[in-house]
């Protein structure tokens, strides 16, 4: 049984702050993932937040294996 | 003994954390640092999630619809705490639908105070002045210390959601002693066995603990003794004021706080009582804490339901 694939998780607090990495979650699929981030990460009431796949981010800075950026 | 003290891999890795050096990746750890890292988010995320039982069943006994969503709420915040730490954990290279559903009962690592019975409404409360001061107490030295950078990242959430629930937990207690009566008296018997219960929760002291890997790779910056300490600092204070005696006192002299019961000692589970005529040493501290307490299986099972035995078999 899988956990499925990892998503990074980014949220912006207010229309005038950069979007920032707030954590991650595992999910089988994107909708799941929404629900996953947006039910954990409620310590904010965002004004925006997405869900990247972890094997979409194409690493610049690291060119080694990729840092677990958050949680 | 995780750090090997003459492995120079190990040696030169602690020696960069010395100097600042903060780990990112897997390939920045030695064997050492990385087993003293999962050691240490096995602890936390077992904790949050043993946490979240204990809580949920106690929330039946709020006394009203507003408090009875606060408890359910921090109940949510722990779920997610602890999927925090396995989250991390996973990308170390554990499994985890085997941590949570794979594991007995016996063999999750929260402390005995996640063993116990949570009562009544006083119990609730206590529970959340007490044993989230703890976890806010060993989770924000963490959060200031920690090498990993993944880790000090993370708890910028639990700790701010932890603090949430002291306050929950310290409002109401005093709510309880104001009150007087009985809800006063069921605050001075909680505080009675939870206070001895999260004094335990740090661990052996210093003088008695084996060098320790996780103050060497800066996974934590304080000793147990200073953890203790801070938490004492804290509640000793905090309970005085409210006119709720505790088995401790600050000693002007030394300035720091002095446990004034025989510690560690034996309790009866069963009566929630702390048996001060029966010193312990630590070794047979660490025998109960291992026979675990009477609600282990019960909130595993809550955990893992059905589906405990699917993943494990």
């Not at chain 2, 996973?90 to 941590?99: N, S």
């Not at chain 2, 801070?230 to 006192?249: R, S, Y």
């Not at chain 2, 069963?270 to 070794?283: H, M, S």
């Amino acid at each position: 049984m899988s956990s499925g694939r990892v998503y990074e998780v980014f949220a912006r607090k207010n229309h005038d702050e950069e979007l920032k990495h707030v954590g991650s979650v595992n999910a089988t699929d994107d909708d799941l993932a929404k629900a996953y981030a947006w039910t954990l990460y409620d310590e904010e009431r965002w004004v925006e937040m997405c869900v990247v796949p972890r094997s979409a981010i194409v690493s610049i800075t690291n060119e080694g294996p990729l840092p677990v950026w958050g949680n | 003994m995780t750090p090997k003290p003459l492995d120079p891999a190990e040696q030169a890795l602690i020696a960069r954390i010395n100097d600042g050096l903060m780990i990112e990746t897997v390939a920045d750890m030695t064997p050492g640092y990385k087993k003293a890292l999962l050691t240490q988010l096995t602890v936390q995320g077992d904790t949050e999630l043993m946490s979240a039982p204990a809580y949920y069943l106690a929330a039946r006994d709020a006394p009203t619809i507003n408090s009875r969503i606060a408890v359910t709420a921090i109940v949510h915040d722990e779920l997610g705490h602890a999927n925090i730490a396995y989250r991390i954990m996973e990308d170390l290279g554990a499994d985890k639908r085997q941590l949570v559903y794979g594991r007995q009962p016996h063999e999750f690592k929260h402390p005995y105070g996640f063993d116990q019975p949570l009562e009544n409404w006083a119990e609730m409360v206590v529970a959340n002045g007490f044993f989230d001061r703890a976890g806010i107490t060993l989770l924000s030295d963490v959060h200031q210390n920690t090498s990993y950078g993944p880790l000090k990242r993370a708890l910028v959430k639990v700790d701010r959601e932890e603090v949430l629930h002291l306050r929950h937990g310290e409002s109401w207690m005093k709510r309880l002693a104001k009150a007087g009566g009985e809800a006063r008296d069921a605050l001075q018997r909680t505080v009675d066995w939870m206070f001895p219960m999260t004094l335990e929760w740090f661990g052996l002291p210093d003088d008695l603990k084996r060098h320790s890997g996780q103050l060497a790779y800066r996974l934590k910056g304080l000793t147990n003794d200073q953890l203790r300490q801070t938490w004492m600092a804290a509640t000793v204070p905090l309970c005085e004021g409210i006119g709720v005696e505790v088995p401790a006192h600050f000693d002007e002299a030394t300035d720091a706080y002095v446990i004034d019961f025989p510690f560690p000692c034996q309790y009866d589970p069963n009566a929630k009582r702390w048996l001060f005529d029966e010193p312990l040493t630590w070794d047979q501290v660490f025998d109960r804490w291992k026979a675990r307490g009477p609600m282990n299986e019960r909130y595993v099972e809550m955990i893992q339901g059905t589906f405990g035995s699917v993943v494990a078999n």
